[in-house]
């Protein structure tokens, strides 16, 4: 049975290209036309940025107790870079989770979190940090990020839907490389390492919606952005320069897309298999979305249009390969 809409959505790009800003396009277009138009039904989302603000956040407790990071040296890349499949693997448990409806009993998010960690570590190749932490400093990580910690738990559970019928869950992540690297990216660097990451239930249901912008674009928007008041928000929260040049500098995604086995697509070893993803590209190198961070009742209607006409070419594409 051909299925209108897309399951599974990768919504990729580097930081600050628009890939909230097109989330939060997404959520305030009518269900109905959503479908119809663009192959997406009503939004699951699931995202990394908040385990990236998590992990700063335990190094920053951490340090301020005067113990080692564990995750970031500082305001630099990570310091295993190992840890992009770490994410990855939250976003597989996530997915699983989400399938399963899986409500999770606790009575310390901070220390459930903690152990999720070490697992989805453990399932890129690391050994477990946070559970060689001593005792005394764990419980007292865990007071200080309890609150922290069990939002993002409860968030997670109302975000389970009675059906999954006519739902597209959108899973979002920025990839890339140093800056001035050549392709192919190599190592933990890109989507070349991260894509195989995903579980086979995500690849063989997912598209990729990729937005396309300079790396330079993406640090001058990172700048304009960041709200050092609200560093945990998808929308205004700021990635530091020596991980937008360490990190994000460039991005494999193009080269990913003219080297591929089938044409609009991107291929993924993985798990055993080959995989064809289907990819449709939104060009934003000339921004369309940055108004979409203001309250939608004060969106341009020249501006929608435009970014309207952007997307439906990217999903329209997408779709052509969808079900194949």
């Not at 499949?85 to 409806?101: A, K, S």
């Not at 697992?119 to 200080?144: N, Q, T, V, Y």
Request: charged content about 30%.
């Amino acid at each position: 049975m051909k299925n209108n809409v897309f399951k599974v959505v990768l919504l990729q790009a580097l930081p600050a290209s628009g890939k909230s800003e097109v989330r939060n396009f997404m959520a305030h277009v009518e269900p109905g036309r959503l479908q119809e138009e663009f192959h997406i039904g009503e939004n699951l989302q699931l995202d990394d940025f908040p385990y990236v603000h998590m992990m700063r956040r335990i190094d920053n407790e951490l340090q301020a107790m005067g113990q080692e990071r564990v995750f970031y040296p500082g305001e630099e890349p990570f310091k295993d870079g190992r840890d992009w499949g770490t994410l990855c693997n939250l976003l597989n448990e996530d997915y699983h989770d989400l399938m399963n409806r899986n409500v999770i009993k606790t009575d310390s998010a901070a220390k459930l979190l903690f152990d999720r960690f070490d697992r989805a570590g453990l399932a890129a190749g690391i050994k477990p940090r946070m559970g060689l932490l001593r005792e005394e400093i764990r419980d007292k990580l865990a007071s200080i990020l309890e609150k922290e910690a069990r939002t993002m738990l409860n968030e997670k559970h109302a975000g389970y839907p009675e059906s999954f019928e006519n739902k597209t869950i959108i899973i979002e992540c920025a990839r890339g490389g140093p800056d001035g690297a050549s392709m192919p990216l190599t190592g933990t660097f890109g989507y070349q390492y991260s894509l195989p990451m995903f579980c086979p239930e995500i690849l063989e249901n997912a598209v990729i919606l990729y937005i396309w912008v300079t790396p330079e674009e993406s640090r001058r928007k990172n700048a304009d952005r960041a709200d050092p008041n609200d560093p945990g928000s998808n929308l205004h929260h700021g990635v530091p320069m020596a991980v937008m040049l360490g990190d994000y500098g460039c991005d494999d995604m193009e080269y990913l897309i003219k080297n591929t086995d089938v044409e609009n697509t991107v291929t993924v070893k993985a798990h055993g298999t080959t995989y064809h993803v289907p990819i449709g590209v939104f060009d934003n190198r000339v921004d369309k979305t940055s108004f979409l961070r203001s309250e939608p009742d004060k969106w341009d209607k020249d501006k929608v249009a435009e970014v309207t006409k952007a997307i439906r070419q990217a999903t329209d594409a997408m779709f052509s390969h969808y079900n194949r």
